[in-house]
Each structure stands twice: as C-alpha cells, then as structure tokens.
C-alpha cells in the first residue's frame, strides 16, 4: 500500500512540476498582427508582421535575407515601420537604391548582434557593468543598452539617437528579436 500511495504521490507531484513549468513559459508575443513562432527564422516570421514590412524590403534591397535565414544565432532590434518614418522624408527610397546598398547594409547589420541575446541577458550585461550593457553590432560599433526610471529599456547608438525596446524577447529559430520604435544609426 505504502508503495502505491508513493507512486500516486509521484505522479501527481509530477503533473504539478509539468503545469507549473508550463505556466512559467511564456507564449512569444504577437508582432504587428501576425504571430511569431519559435521555429520559424527571423526573416520568416518577419516577413508576416504588417509592421515590418519597411524592414524586409530592406534586408532584401541589402541581399541580407539568406544571412538572417541562416543558423546564427541573431540577436536583432527591429525597427518598425513608424520607426522607419520618423527618418527625414525620401531617406528610406534613397537608401533602398541599388547604388546606396553598402550604406543600407551598414545600417542594418548596425541593428544585429551576434549570438541569442534575451531581454535577461540583456539586463544581466547591464547589472555587471553598472547599469549599461555595451553591444557589439555586426557592423562593427557598439549599442548601449539602459534601462529609465520608469523600468523600460533603450538602446542608444552612436551618434546619441535612442530607440525604446517595444517589445522583448520574439524568440526565433535562429535567434531573438527585439522590436524598437526608432531606427539607430552607426
């Protein structure tokens, strides 16, 4: 008897420990109406959000599309259409012409970081060096990220720019995405 109340007593703290763990994932967000999923590649599911569409068409007019396809991991900020907007009038059309792609690509990769960067590493990077993690881009230059009084995190390039993360940790299956309200610049 001893032993089948201890295997009942198993399986039940088994199923509580398999609901807990189930309850502590937390489902990938939503982006620009479309769902993002896990095992599909940042250049996937990108192409499905209705606010990104700016940014595919410019990871296509950079020939980047097989890099983000790619195993990585990635780790990319990605500006949204109205990110794309608030740049000064006719720099998008400018910037997608075939003889302006080495400056288009130098933009972009300046919004990719090498490896699976979460929200948590994120901050973790920040905590040890004082508040501010130092993200060294593709491109080359770095990426500050700060978290304000308020709690939300911001990421400041070169030339003093600063884009709020909107949402965190679309995870990919290739790497993560974190979606920014303001494209940065080298």
């Not at 088994?14 to 189930?22: D, H, K, N, S």
Request: charge should be positive; proline fraction near 5%; glycine fraction near 8%.
């Amino acid at each position: 008897m001893k032993s089948h109340n201890r295997k009942i007593a198993f399986v039940l703290a088994g199923a509580l420990l398999l609901t807990g763990t189930a309850s502590l994932q937390a489902k990938n967000p939503m982006v620009g109406g479309a769902a993002m999923y896990p095992t599909k590649t940042i250049v996937e599911n990108a192409m499905q959000s209705k606010d990104h569409t700016t940014l595919v068409a410019a990871v296509k007019a950079a020939d980047l599309v097989d890099t983000l396809s790619g195993p990585g991991p990635f780790t990319v900020f990605a500006p949204t259409n109205a990110a794309f907007a608030k740049l000064p009038a006719g720099t998008v059309d400018m910037l997608v012409k075939p003889e302006n792609k080495a400056k288009l690509t130098t933009i972009l990769t300046y919004h990719v970081v090498p490896g699976r960067m979460t929200a948590m590493d994120i901050a973790a990077k920040a905590k040890a060096n004082g508040g501010k993690a130092m993200l060294k881009t593709v491109q080359g230059e770095t990426l500050t990220a700060w978290k304000d009084k308020a709690g939300a995190w911001w990421l400041t390039d070169a030339k003093g720019g600063k884009a709020k993360i909107t949402i965190a940790n679309v995870m990919q299956s290739n790497g993560v995405i974190h979606v920014i309200d303001t494209v940065l610049m080298p």
